[in-house]
């Protein structure tokens, strides 16, 4: 190890970022965004930024947890070497695993940290399969009318897919989805419940899409998350590809979906498993032939820019959801990528290429 990749400090604090508006899904609703901005510094000046996202309905973290995780866990990251982040990560994820929005974020400092130190973008620390990725736009759980000028607008922009949330009731919900798919009827539509269906709902939905002729390219996390059975016999008997997403925090989770054939897709996030696990639950579901869809919870720039560099250069994202820097009412976060439509443009700058406005960018000297 060479001294100047050693870490010398790693602070914490909040980043809090008002939405344009409140944002609801089937399992709550967010009124603004509590995330954390994570500053690994090391002792050859660069610095790495990371962003921690707690979603408290997923899986119990928040602002003030996921903050105290960072600071118990900051002590044993000091004189490490920040090359050696995948090691870090698994030994943060031996002291807290549950806490994973937490370690997350000091996961993707350390990234942007080593990929700085080599003067690389950080996509080439995943893969060389690419440095752009198309995400969709999602339409948040809202009544039909809505639904509909949200679609019309999302379609106009010349994003390509959309991502409707859904309740976990037959008729409103197709009601959704019918408003939004003659809206925009180029547009490929996705579903997700967020656990908000039984089984019986959720291929009674798919059986009433079939017939009125709507085409749906794949339906996410229909069922809670610990029911594997439900979730396979959605898989089974739904007609449209099923993705698991709040029932995947770890590789193993998703080899035990493969064993019962329980969904054709994963959402991969950085906010459950961090950079270094969310690259095994990829290589994983390569091995099973299970696709690949990235997403987010409610993420700034930086911790998007962050995931955008993942998927693009890991490649094989069929589905990519990372939508929601368009959901903040200010941006606190420069650099990063260029975006034009749907598309995200990652291009060569060291790291994610993000930082904190009026903050220094922390590269290489
Ligand atoms: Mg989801």
Redesign the pocket.
């Known amino acids: 190890m060479t001294d100047a990749m050693r870490i010398r400090s790693v602070e914490v604090e909040p980043l809090d970022v008002p939405l344009i508006e409140p944002f609801t899904i089937a399992i709550g609703k967010l009124e603004r965004v509590a995330n954390l901005l994570v500053t690994v510094v090391l002792e050859n000046g660069v610095v790495g930024y990371g962003e921690s996202a707690p979603f408290p309905v997923l899986n119990g973290e928040d602002q003030a947890t996921a903050s105290a995780a960072i600071r118990s866990l900051a002590p044993s990251l000091i004189g490490e070497d920040a090359e050696e982040w995948r090691g870090l990560a698994a030994g943060l994820e031996r002291r807290l695993w549950a806490q994973s929005a937490a370690r997350a974020g000091l996961e993707i400092a350390l990234a942007d940290a080593a990929a700085k130190c080599t003067r690389r973008p950080l996509w080439r620390l995943f893969g060389v399969a690419g440095d752009a990725i198309e995400t969709d736009i999602s339409i948040p759980l809202v009544e039909p009318e809505r639904t509909r000028v949200l679609a019309a607008a999302i379609s106009a922009r010349g994003v390509r897919t959309i991502k409707l949330k859904v309740a976990g009731e037959v008729e409103p919900d197709i009601a959704r989805i019918v408003a939004a798919h003659q809206a925009a009827p180029r547009c490929r539509l996705t579903l997700?419940a967020?656990q908000g269906y039984d089984a019986d709902g959720a291929i009674e939905l798919c059986d009433w899409l079939r017939i009125a002729g709507l085409p749906v390219a794949l339906f996410?996390?229909p069922v809670p998350r610990h029911d594997d059975a439900a979730l396979a016999r959605v898989a089974a008997g739904a007609g449209i590809p099923v993705a698991a997403?709040?029932a995947v925090f770890r590789a193993h989770d998703l080899d035990r979906l493969a064993a019962l054939r329980a969904c054709q897709v994963v959402?991969v996030k950085l906010m459950k498993s961090g950079p270094a696990e969310a690259q095994r639950i990829a290589a994983r579901a390569r091995h099973h032939g299970i696709g690949l869809m990235i997403?987010q919870m409610i993420e700034t720039r930086l911790a998007t820019a962050a995931a955008a560099h993942f998927a693009a250069g890991l490649g094989g994202f069929t589905f990519v959801d990372l939508d929601t820097p368009l959901l903040l009412a200010e941006d606190p976060i420069a650099g990063g990528y260029v975006m034009d439509r749907g598309g995200y443009f990652l291009g060569d700058a060291p790291g994610h290429g993000c930082w904190p406005k009026g903050r220094t960018q922390g590269l290489l000297a």
């Open positions: 997700d967020n996410e996390q997403d709040e959402n997403g």
